[in-house]
């Protein structure tokens, strides 16, 4: 009979997620905050999490790139997207092109460079996404660069 006790790896991985749980709550609670600092701390603390490949927390991080009152200053919110998308890549191309295309819809205002945005549609292209080929083609073909 197979002894059903966990492992220490297995213990540590579910302490990690407990851990992670509760660091993006409590940064749930500090982001419904009206204070910018608070929204800044509750965006290192989902970012700590996310780095711990806490899935809510990743997805959280790349809503924050994309929302206005995000609470990142324009700077970097193109280098917090462009780690997002590196850091993610690996889980899920459709959510990688959903992200792209709201780089893309965003551009007009320079927030995101076309290099940046083909690096992310290069990804989830890489990753199977046929539809991130298709976009990189017109992409490429409208501003006369190299077709894929």
């Known amino acids: 009979m197979k002894n059903n006790k966990p492992t220490i790896e297995e213990m540590k991985e579910m302490m990690k997620?407990?851990?992670n749980a509760y660091l993006a709550e409590e940064a749930k609670q500090l982001w419904e905050s009206d204070d910018a600092?608070?929204?800044?701390?509750?965006i290192k603390m989902y970012r700590k999490a996310a780095l711990n490949s806490?899935?809510?927390?990743?997805?959280?991080?790349?809503?924050?790139?994309?929302?206005?009152?995000?609470?990142?200053e324009t700077q970097d919110r193109e280098e917090e997207?462009?780690?997002?998308?590196?850091?993610?890549?690996?889980?899920?191309h459709?959510?990688?092109?959903?992200?792209?295309?709201?780089?893309?819809?965003?551009?007009?205002?320079?927030?995101?460079?076309?290099?940046?945005?083909n690096q992310?549609?290069?990804?989830?292209?890489?990753?199977?996404?046929?539809q991130?080929?298709?976009?990189?083609?017109r992409y490429y073909s409208k501003r006369g660069g190299a077709h894929i």
């Not at 991130?132 to 083609?137: D, F, P, S, T």
């Open 120 to 130: 992310v549609l290069e990804l989830a292209a890489a990753l199977g996404n046929d």
């Open 37 to 42: 600092e608070d929204r800044i701390t509750a």
């Open 132 to 137: 991130a080929r298709e976009y990189l083609a």
């Open 54 to 72: 806490h899935l809510p927390s990743m997805e959280f991080m790349a809503w924050v790139c994309h929302d206005d009152r995000g609470g990142l």
């Open 94 to 117: 459709k959510k990688l092109l959903y992200h792209a295309q709201n780089m893309m819809e965003r551009s007009y205002d320079r927030v995101f460079s076309p290099k940046k945005i």
């Open 17 to 19: 997620e407990t851990d």
């Open 81 to 92: 997207c462009f780690w997002y998308e590196q850091m993610y890549q690996g889980l899920n």
